[in-house]
């Protein structure tokens, strides 16, 4: 059941696409979003945002999107929060791996700014 | 003949001897005369018996030498005068035909320089004796030491020569056999041999017996399905039966022993008088593995690298272009849409260079299941109608909904259909129709798109799959494309055990046949992956 309002903790280190994504989510509305530039602030801000879902970059400084998504399902509540990556690394055996590692789907980079809210909400929803 | 005279001159020596003896004890006590000729009559038997010797000796030696070498005489002008039966019987030549021919008829091509040596110590009256090579009548090679004399006549004249021949051949055979080894023992990639029949090691390299610790002594009774390397034996029992079936002839497999990955290529080599042989080399693949390694990590960082900028790009230009940042002006939009456009091609081209990185690295990743192919040519189609309509043409789909199953990527088809179309797009008149027909073959299905466009020239048809190739000037043409579509469409049909045809009269237009086998078992399998949009 997709709540009316998903609160979305975003996390990627490019600044630019930090703002695009933002813009991108505030146009689709139906967010509230929280977006961090790196995977230790992301787990210190997690627990009080209490998001509904998670969209991390795949490669992120000092600890990768893989290891924040095994670290943050460590913290309590957090054990079931949909992860949704977004990268560029995008093979089908990368996405059958991150799907495997406990990801509920990817989306490719470079994303389409104008249906990015819709297709998170669309993974969400046929979750 | 010779032997005859031998023992009837033995036989009157005998004779004489008894005759002597008789007349001696009749005779005795002897007086001084009869002393006389006792003693010359022994004398005279001690020097006939010398005689005898001198004349045996050489007949003795004779015939020991016809036995053993190859003695040939030419006249002065270096005709075979003289051919001896061992000459004749390791060269197969009859004796009527050689003699009166030139000796060169004997001499192996390779030589030229030697006997032109060998007649210049002729020439001087110089013995000359080295290695040469003679030829059979069938073309047989012999290795020989010669040594050749010359003759002189009584006036000291040259005129001719005398050449007898050791055949040397079994032991340059048994020399060139262990100068061989004596290489195989240098390689440092570990090799070894096996007797096919008893899988029982029959040789192993210097590199091979230290890789194993084996045991020179030992080691005819180790059998190698026993070694401890880490490998599938179950699939290379199985690639070994096939080339004792005479099914292949080579195979290679990766293999692991302590810890280091090695490549084990195994050739099978039957040789005339020879029981057949595993011939297996191991090639360490530590260092290809960390090349492959390398350039996989550099794939991956290319991508994230041009493709995070790329991201900023168009997602800034998409959203301006949707209004999100306030209003534009219809000449602003214009400019947005080629900026748009143009970034869009670069992701196109982007992926295509990664996707041949990968295809030239045989890293793409396949997703292979079975599915409807009919599925797939309609979203292909569906997906590219906004593309054609820029061009203004349209898309006319020639199927029925029959399913067509094969097995394949749906996504990598997907993509390889999306080429063709926005292709046909790109080359056909506004206002054209192109059609997209799948074809239901006995053992295959085709997938034709078909455009009734400018066409491909027919001499540059042939080289239309290689990359970076386009053809055709127009701006039109050239919009959005990389010049390595169709090498990828290429490379991935292949991939899936299927064949790619064009054919293309220029003015008239052209036509793209893929063609994918059908699926094997026919019947609907329980695990059905139906294609929808890629995703499994």
């Known amino acids: 059941m997709t709540p009316d309002i998903i609160r979305l903790l975003h996390v990627e280190d490019d600044l630019d696409i930090l703002e695009i994504a933002s813009m991108s989510i505030e146009m689709a509305g139906g967010f509230e979003l929280l977006q961090c530039e790196n995977a230790t602030d992301a787990l210190r801000m997690a627990p009080e945002f209490k998001p509904d879902a998670m969209l991390f970059d795949m490669m992120l400084p000092k600890m990768s999107g893989v290891q924040l998504m095994a670290a943050i399902r460590e913290v309590p509540g957090f054990a079931t929060t949909p992860i949704i990556f977004m990268t560029a690394r995008a093979q089908p055996h990368e996405r059958r791996e991150l799907i495997e590692k406990g990801a509920l789907d990817v989306i490719v980079k470079p994303f389409d700014p104008i249906s990015l809210g819709d297709q998170i909400k669309a993974i969400l929803a046929a979750a | ?536």
């Open chain 2, 1 to 536: 003949m010779r032997d005859l005279t031998k023992y009837i001159r033995f036989g009157l020596q005998s004779f004489i001897a008894v005759c002597g003896a008789v007349i001696v004890w009749r005779a005795w006590p002897l007086d001084r005369f009869s002393f006389a000729i006792v003693v010359a009559g022994l004398v005279a038997a001690f020097i006939w018996r010398r005689i005898d010797k001198a004349t045996d000796a050489p007949s003795v030696d004779a015939s020991a030498l016809e036995a053993h070498a190859i003695m040939l005489r030419a006249d002065q002008d270096g005709k075979i005068s003289f051919a001896n039966e061992r000459l004749l019987q390791l060269t197969g030549y009859e004796r009527g035909t050689l003699l009166g021919q030139p000796m060169r008829v004997l001499h192996h091509v390779a030589d030229a320089e030697t006997y032109a040596a060998v007649d210049a110590a002729m020439a001087r009256g110089e013995k000359w004796t080295g290695e040469t090579r003679i030829i059979g009548k069938d073309g047989r090679v012999l290795w020989t030491r010669m040594t050749s004399v010359p003759q002189m006549d009584k006036s000291g004249a040259y005129c001719g020569s005398l050449r007898v021949h050791s055949d040397i051949s079994a032991q340059k055979v048994s020399t060139a056999a262990r100068d061989a080894m004596a290489s195989l023992n240098l390689l440092s990639e570990p090799l070894f041999m096996v007797c096919l029949d008893t899988y029982n090691l029959v040789f192993a390299n210097d590199a091979a017996a230290k890789l194993f610790n084996w045991n020179r002594l030992q080691m005819a009774e180790i059998r190698i399905f026993a070694v401890d390397m880490l490998y599938d034996r179950l699939a290379v029992q199985r690639q070994v039966a096939a080339l004792k079936a005479k099914q292949i002839t080579e195979f290679s497999f990766p293999a692991t022993y302590h810890d280091v990955p090695y490549l084990a290529e195994v050739q099978l080599i039957e040789a005339a008088g020879m029981e057949p042989r595993l011939y297996v080399v191991l090639r360490d693949q530590t260092e290809s593995m960390a090349i492959a390694r390398t350039k996989d990590e550099l794939v991956a960082t290319v991508s994230h690298e041009l493709r995070t900028p790329l991201t900023s790009i168009k997602g800034a230009l998409g959203l301006i272009r949707s209004g999100a940042a306030g209003d534009v002006t219809k000449k602003t939009s214009d400019l947005l849409d080629i900026a748009y456009r143009n970034a869009d091609r670069l992701v196109l081209i982007v992926n295509d260079i990664l996707d041949l990185e990968k295809m030239a690295a045989g890293q793409m990743d396949y997703d292979i299941a079975r599915r409807d192919l009919v599925q797939t040519v309609k979203e292909a189609v569906t997906a590219n109608e906004g593309f054609a309509s820029r061009f203004d043409v349209s898309i006319n789909l020639n199927t029925d909904d029959e399913p067509a199953w094969a097995d394949f990527d749906a996504d990598r088809i997907h993509q390889v259909l999306s080429n063709l179309i926005s292709n046909a797009c790109k080359f056909s008149s506004t206002g054209a129709q192109i059609d997209v027909n799948v074809e239901r073959r006995p053992k295959s299905f085709a997938v034709c798109v078909v455009d009734r466009g400018v066409g491909i020239p027919s001499g540059a048809v042939e080289r239309i799959f290689d990359r970076f190739t386009q053809v055709g000037k127009s701006a039109r043409a050239r919009s959005g494309g990389t010049g390595l579509g169709l090498s990828i469409v290429k490379s991935i049909i292949e991939s899936h055990n299927g064949t790619v045809e064009l054919t293309s009269v220029e003015g008239q237009g052209t036509t793209v046949t893929v063609v994918f086998p059908r699926a094997t078992n026919t019947a609907t399998p329980a695990n059905l992956i139906r294609s929808a949009g890629g995703k499994t």
